[in-house]
């Protein structure tokens, strides 16, 4: 139904923010605009600059 997408819009906008601020920066599941794809790459970045 629109009107549940709506509240679930509605809701993620209010939400988001909250929870976002209690992650760390080194956090990447399941955040905006943060992949898996950049956390492999951070890996390898620290790997290859002699970070164990």
Do not use: C, N
């Amino acid at each position: 139904m629109i009107a549940d997408r709506i509240v679930q819009a509605a809701l993620k906008l209010v939400l988001e923010p909250i929870f976002e601020a209690d992650f760390k920066p080194v956090s990447y599941g399941f955040r905006p605009k943060r992949r898996a794809q950049d956390a492999i790459a951070e890996i390898h970045f620290y790997g290859t600059h002699g970070y164990r």
